[in-house]
């Protein structure tokens, strides 16, 4: 599957490495690296086949706490839909104006908009209980109308919302930026207004990209665990999504942390598999994100 | 110029690695002695920890802190430790069971009690047990398994059917162990939580009140502590025991508002 999207995408290619004529030196540093390879590759293996064959070989029955897996799957399938919803409504905008306009501290501003990505998410947690606890900077004024955020299904959508929109935003951003403004200024002389402009010109030429972004927000939004426990605490039903089931049943009952585990698990590769595929659809429009 | 700065990178990256390494070590080989204790231990053994390393030099304590469920847990799945404090016998009974404490080597050395925290301004007006079945009040409690959710439990079992279901009904999160339940009403995030009155220490005591449980509907936490069966320093173990059940032991202990054995 990999192997044609690559031929496309390298113009050139490199002829084969001749395997003659090589000196012992060089045979011992090859072996070297390929040895160092090899180490790599199996750390990055070992522990994914050793969790399937963990969940798989386990013992005993499935107790009656099918509940809290069934109620950690729906709570994290429902509370990452929204927030896919919310990053799509408020994150295509912020990424259109910061591709599209200059303003003052445009540089900080994406800045701040990345930092999500590389900050650990118990800080981010953190943070978000500064910011929308009760005795937070905004939870402070919230409270006074009896508004309470955290140990909430909101506070759930938040975390994650926090945690999983900079990659859609990002890839949005460098997609529209990286779309020739010579359309846009024709369809401008036209006669499109701005709105227009976006719907029939720009969208339609990022959607893959879009897309792909999302999918990975949605991936981050799915495996949310640190800000959430912090932030939206942890209850069945309520707040217990499935990360933090994974965490929280481990002490209890090793069947539904490894099911648990293995439902995320595939849900992950699910992800992972569809970017790559949308990826590998269409070569001019969707370049591969860079961190992908 | 990115050779370089990777080159950079990697030097900065190493120097630091073999600095943290070295000064982990100090050089020579300390003996360590790995303890496992119950959340509400963590300032009592950190006392503790330190007063022993003092009489014995060259001794190292490891302390690793968790709910006990947390920590019986991981032992029962294999986790290297010398000693095990839990704070209730269940949690000890699950780590014989999985033959990693012989049967008979554990001693109860202290005990505690439940109380209502509350945040310093008592947003919900609580003043007893009963308000916490109002409705609206933010509880936070442990999670189920954590000792101290289950001394609550017993309490509230004695209690009538109604408050019951109120109560339980007023509960917005279940938390890791019990250090974490004092923390977050401290924080002022909820309306009250039960934890043990040991907890309330001078870190927390000016951001909560304390609400007393009455001694006729309040439950006596006791705590096991044990050697595991296989600890990698056994004498260690048995004299950082011995240390704990010492009349120092017991002091410290108590300083931090622990109550004596029940065992007498």
């Known amino acids: ?292 | 110029m990115a050779t370089k700065r990777l080159a950079f990178l990697l030097i900065v990256f190493g120097v630091v690695g073999c600095a943290a390494g070295l000064s982990g070590n100090g050089g020579v080989d300390p003996q360590e002695l790995t303890v496992f204790a119950a959340s509400s231990l963590t300032d009592a053994f950190h006392e503790l920890a330190e007063a022993f390393e003092a009489q014995n030099p060259g001794v190292e304590v490891v302390l690793n802190f968790a709910g006990s469920s947390q920590l019986a847990a991981q032992l029962s799945e294999g986790v290297a430790a010398d000693v095990f404090a839990s704070a209730n016998p269940a949690q000890m009974q699950g780590v014989i069971e999985a033959g990693r404490i012989e049967t008979g080597s554990e001693t109860l050395f202290v005990s505690n009690r439940l109380t209502i925290v509350v945040p310093a301004d008592n947003p919900a007006g609580i003043s007893a047990l009963a308000d916490l079945a109002q409705p609206g009040v933010q509880l936070i409690l442990a999670v189920e398994g954590v000792p101290v959710r289950e001394y609550t439990d017993d309490i509230v079992a004695a209690m009538a059917a109604d408050f019951q279901e109120k109560f339980y009904a007023n509960l917005v999160s279940e938390e890791d162990n019990v250090r974490q339940v004092s923390a977050k009403v401290a924080l002022g995030e909820a309306d009250a939580g039960i934890v043990y009155t040991s907890d309330v220490t001078a870190d927390i005591a000016n951001q909560v009140q304390q609400i007393a449980i009455p001694d006729a509907q309040n439950v006596i936490a006791a705590y096991p502590l044990a050697p595991l069966s296989d600890a990698p320093e056994p004498e260690l173990a048995r004299s950082f025991i011995d240390f704990v059940l010492s009349e120092e032991g017991q002091n410290i202990l108590s300083n931090w508002g622990f109550g004596p054995s029940p065992d007498g």
């Open chain 1, 1 to 292: 599957m990999v192997e044609p999207m690559t031929s496309r995408k390298l113009k050139t290619r490199l002829p084969a490495r001749t395997l003659v004529a090589e000196s012992w030196q060089e045979r011992v540093r090859g072996l070297l690296v390929a040895i160092l390879a090899l180490a790599m590759a199996l750390f990055l293996a070992v522990p994914f086949v050793a969790l399937i064959w963990r969940a798989l070989t386990l013992e005993g029955q499935m107790p009656a706490a099918e509940l809290s897996i069934f109620s950690a799957v729906m709570l994290s399938l429902g509370s990452t839909a929204v927030t896919v919803v919310l990053i799509v409504l408020l994150g295509t905008p912020l990424a259109y104006f910061v591709a599209r306009y200059q303003f003052p501290f445009k540089r900080l501003l994406t800045i701040i908009i990345e930092i999500p990505i590389v900050m650990p998410p118990v800080v981010a947690g953190l943070a978000l209980l500064s910011a929308f606890g009760r005795r937070g900077l905004i939870g402070m004024t919230l409270a006074r109308f009896d508004i309470t955020i955290t140990f909430t299904l909101a506070a759930v959508i938040l975390a994650q919302l926090f945690v999983s929109s900079p990659f859609y935003i990002r890839a949005a951003q460098s997609r529209f930026e990286s779309l020739p403004s010579e359309y846009e200024d024709a369809a401008a002389v036209d006669g499109a207004n701005r709105w227009v402009i976006f719907w029939r010109v720009m969208f339609p030429q990022s959607r893959q990209a879009l897309l792909a972004g999302l999918i990975l927000s949605w991936a981050r939004a799915l495996g949310e665990f640190g800000a959430t426990i912090l932030f939206a605490g942890n209850l069945q039903g309520r707040t217990q999504t499935m990360p933090l089931l994974v965490y929280g049943a481990l002490e209890r009952d090793l069947r539904v942390t490894f099911i648990t585990a293995l439902i995320l698990l595939g849900l992950a590769v699910l992800a992972f598999t569809v970017t790559r595929w949308l990826a590998g659809v269409e070569d001019d429009e969707a370049d591969t994100p860079t961190y992908l």
